[in-house]
């Protein structure tokens, strides 16, 4: 799997997020055990990069069905506010 491949962020509906203006900014994020998203960052100003379609660059969700060593095989993936400041809606029950 290259860089390209990795599966993009199709949505993210949490406004406390810097990297949130119109998509999710950060060149990639992150997905902790508990399927929070780490990549959160509550800020005042817009972060990340001007245009990109945000991907999954680790889960430690070895639970998920579409875990593989660590990287989501999903064909995108879902953020939202949930448990957790942000989390990963995409997450499924191996």
Not at 24 to 50: H, K, Q, V
Request: negative net charge; hydrophobic residues 35%.
């Amino acid at each position: 799997m290259s860089i390209t491949e990795l599966p993009r962020v199709s949505s993210c509906s949490v406004a406390s997020c810097g990297y949130n203006h119109d998509g999710c900014r950060a060149p990639a994020i992150n997905i902790d055990e508990n399927d929070s998203c780490t990549t959160f960052m509550a800020l005042d100003e817009d972060g990340g990069l001007p245009r990109v379609v945000a991907a999954v660059g680790a889960c430690q969700r070895t639970d998920c069905a579409f875990n593989g060593a660590g990287i989501c095989g999903a064909a995108s993936v879902r953020i939202s506010g949930g448990r957790t400041t942000a989390h990963c809606e995409t997450y499924r029950a191996a």
